[in-house]
């Protein structure tokens, strides 16, 4: 049992944030990146191919760099410190996560290289409007239509959408959910990008007779179902922006302390008042449960444990914390904290996206309370972990 | 990172497991399960039982006893101990005035003090707070005046803990009220609770139990040789020894079987023609203790895991804070399960409601001591909020 980094981890935690800290080194720089389109800085996305971390969880021998889960944290808390908006869990974990884990030999062999050189930028096109947070599609549909298949409906919204080069799209099959690769440049699709409150981008896109190459063997005239592929790449997504989470709630913390220490009223620093210190102690208290949590379930993850239960369980903690910390950033600043000239707020505000992107607190509570008094206690020890 | 405990631990959790759980008498164990009172013998019979085999004291030096085992090792056996229901070694002895006589005593009190203090031959109890001197300790005014070979103390103590039971006080004392500093002036001084002049008033609790006392003292003298350390730095023990109370107070175990038998009971009870633990609202309640139980288990080990270099790691100011609440948060489920059979609280014979339904509410009401105690809750903010974030 062992929380720390080994050095390596710690190298790459340096590196990591010494390159985003001179990419995003005050909130005015991100401010510039985000105003216009692809709402992320394309060299940094280089740059980030540069030193291997597009490719960071997959294996060498699909171009990536076999790390593991733990190393994907460490990107992810650093991107979270500056708001970083380059797409990374959305590439690498989510579409990337999908291609590694259910992809053929020469589907991986191409798309996974691709990411991790950073020339290709694909997204997972999931979310349908009018139902949330399921591993299932129900809004597009595959067909078959002759060797391939065709795709029909709507996503939204699909984060980084317009400016992906590949979507993996998820769509009602006989049987249950698959999963397919549909090209920027396929024919009937539509894609209608636009800026989501927290500075990134995110799409509507229409799938119109599209064809589309099933993601896996396609092999059989039926296509296996994919939910449980999708779930688990869902929970491991769920857990990357815990981390992300974590570091931007970090900075929010240090930030409003700074800000405490520093701003005056009724000729005295805010320090003084007891009532604020309290409450800035209490936000600490949320960041050290949540992070506790978040590192822990990296930790299953890469234990090969139950990692769907295990980001549950992170997510539940880090959405309150998430909540209670932004909120209580902005609240700490007063009036400052809610415009968009000040760096605190847009972190309460990529909080809340990050809380709306997969499942929130109440939505993992659900799922947690569903099985809670079948069994008598947690082991987080046990290994791999089993409730 | 590693999740996995080292076999060579996982080893010794389940040694722990299997000691606990077959060597300390059950009657005892169920007692502490069920949350009812245990008596002065049964402590002194399970601390022995559990210091024959070395695990009363496993964080003292090795000469006196101690174990010489990592913070991890530690964190196990407390948590095994408190899962298993076993007794606490007496708080008193083996995490406060022990650990202060082993650093600070000198040679004599030491051969004198320890191995008694360890097998709880000694009971002992804490004369800290006054009535006016509670989270602010150091307006302390029990006064020791030296005459002769003697200490001569005046005052009044209150918040002794069992004090009906101990043999012996460990006390601060005013020794110098001219003092520039009011933490300048302390000093700690061990006596008999039979000594002439010491009087012990209990005080009751709204369990209606007795576990707190006042003492009071009237010119009870006391051998110079019983002063610990030096005159006068008697605060930096308090300190010393405040910080040991701190280990271990997540209670994570305690609070994990609480929960355990909350869901149990829950399965128990109807409510609305179907078990209660069927309520979603009460499934989500328990799972949302629950959760937040895993996040305080896993800062416990956080720390446990870092505080090897001997530094406190930041993060274990929170373990007292939010343990507190969560003791709390699962003693207040266990009245709501119970719901109107929690009324029956001091029902005896006669009576059809379950044992558990009966002690919840007094549990319940026991407990909002533990964030009061060891440094309340605004105490440990303010610690928070000062030495973590700068404020």
């Known amino acids: 049992m062992n929380f720390d980094y080994d050095s390596e981890q710690n190298d790459l935690r340096e590196a990591v944030r010494g390159l985003l800290g001179r990419a995003y080194s005050d909130s005015e720089q991100r401010r510039a990146v985000v105003r216009t389109d692809p709402g992320f800085d394309e060299k940094t996305w280089s740059r980030l191919a540069e030193m291997g971390l597009l490719g960071l969880p997959f294996a060498e021998e699909d171009g990536g760099m076999g790390a593991g889960p733990v190393e994907v944290a460490i990107v992810a808390e650093e991107i979270g410190r500056v708001l970083a908006p380059e797409p990374f869990i959305e590439t690498v974990v989510l579409a990337g996560g999908l291609v590694a884990a259910v992809g053929t030999t020469e589907q991986k062999g191409e798309l996974i290289g691709a990411i991790s050189e950073g020339t290709t930028i694909a997204v997972f096109a999931h979310a349908e409007p009018g139902t949330r947070w399921t591993p299932t599609a129900q809004g597009v549909t595959a067909t078959r239509s002759g ?6 409906g709507v996503k939204e919204p699909v984060p980084s959408g317009a400016r992906a080069d590949v979507l993996v799209v998820s769509a009602v099959v006989d049987g249950g959910t698959g999963l397919f690769l549909v090209p920027a440049d396929a024919t009937g699709l539509t894609r209608t990008g636009y800026r989501t409150h927290d500075g990134t ?9 599209t064809p589309a190459q099933q993601l896996g063997a396609d092999d059989s005239p039926t296509h296996p179902d994919r939910t449980a592929a999708i779930e688990r790449a869902l929970a491991q997504a769920r857990i990357a922006y815990g981390h992300e989470a974590i570091g931007a709630m970090d900075t929010a913390l240090r930030t409003t302390a700074e800000y405490l220490r520093t701003r005056k009223q009724f000729g005295v620093t805010l320090n003084k008042f007891q009532a604020l210190n309290f409450r800035a102690a209490d936000m600490y208290v949320s960041l050290e449960l949540a992070r ?24 539940l903690t880090v959405s309150r914390a998430s909540r209670h910390i932004g909120q209580e950033a902005i609240q700490l600043h007063g009036g400052i904290g809610v415009t968009a000239e000040y760096s605190v707020g847009h972190y309460t505000s990529r909080l809340t996206a990050i809380d709306h992107l997969l499942g929130d607190g109440d939505w993992a509570l659900d799922r947690l309370a569903g099985n809670v008094t079948s069994y008598a206690t947690v082991d987080p020890l046990g290994a791999p972990y089993t409730p | 990172m590693r999740l996995r405990l080292s076999p060579e631990l996982e080893a010794f959790r389940e040694e722990m497991r299997t000691f606990f759980t077959t060597q300390v008498p059950q009657e005892i164990r169920d007692k502490v399960a069920s949350h009812r009172e245990v008596s002065k013998d049964e402590y002194v019979e399970a601390q022995r039982v559990l ?28 948590e095994e101990m408190q899962l298993a229901h076993v007794p606490e070694p007496l708080a008193f002895n083996t995490s406060m005035i022990g650990p202060v006589l082993a650093s600070f005593g000198n040679q004599e009190q030491k051969v004198r003090f320890l191995a008694r203090t360890a097998n709880l031959d000694i009971w002992w109890c804490q004369g800290f707070s006054e009535p006016d001197a509670g989270s602010d300790l150091a307006s302390l005014r029990t006064s020791a005046v030296r005459d002769g070979d003697d200490w ?28 520039e500093k009011k933490q300048r002036g302390i000093s700690l001084l061990v006596f008999p609770m039979d000594t002439p002049g010491v009087t012990l008033r209990p005080i009751e609790l709204l369990d209606g139990g007795f576990e707190v006392n006042e003492v009071f003292f009237e010119d009870v003298r006391v051998p110079a040789e019983n002063l610990i350390g030096e005159e006068n730095r008697g605060w930096d023990y308090a300190k010393f020894l405040l910080g040991n109370e701190r280990v271990g107070i997540a209670r994570v175990g305690s609070t994990k079987s609480t929960l355990a038998q909350a869901k149990q009971h829950a399965r128990e009870i109807v409510s609305g023609g179907r078990p209660l633990s069927e309520d979603p609202r009460m499934a989500a309640r328990i799972a949302e203790i629950e959760n937040d139980l895993l996040a305080l288990e896993l800062t416990a080990l956080r720390v446990a895991a870092n505080s090897a270099d001997g530094k406190p790691h930041p993060a274990s100011s929170v373990l007292k804070l939010r343990g507190s609440e969560l003791q709390q948060a699962a003693t207040e489920l266990l009245v709501d399960i119970a719901g109107p059979l929690s009324l029956a609280s001091f029902a005896e014979e006669g009576s059809d409601v379950p044992d558990w339904a009966r002690v919840a509410t007094p549990h319940y009401l026991n407990y909002r001591k533990v964030s009061i105690y060891g440094g309340s809750n605004e105490v440990q903010r303010t610690i928070i909020a000062g030495s973590i974030l700068g404020l």
């Open chain 2, 51 to 78: 210091n024959a085999a070395g695990l009363a004291v496993p964080h003292w030096p090795v000469e006196w006893g101690g174990k010489d085992w990592s913070p991890l090792q530690r964190h196990i056996w407390r």
């Open chain 1, 147 to 152: 060797d391939g298949w065709t795709l029909t």
């Open chain 1, 201 to 209: 981008r995110a799409a509507h896109v229409r799938f119109d007779g």
């Open chain 2, 152 to 179: 001569v103390v005046n005052g009044q103590k209150t918040w002794t803990t069992l004090g009906q039971h101990a043999d012996w006080i460990f006390c601060l004392c005013r020794t110098d009220p001219t003092a």
């Open chain 1, 292 to 315: 506790s949590l978040a590192l822990w379930a990296s930790m299953v993850q890469e234990a090969g444990g139950d990692v769907v239960q295990a980001a549950d369980r992170a997510r």
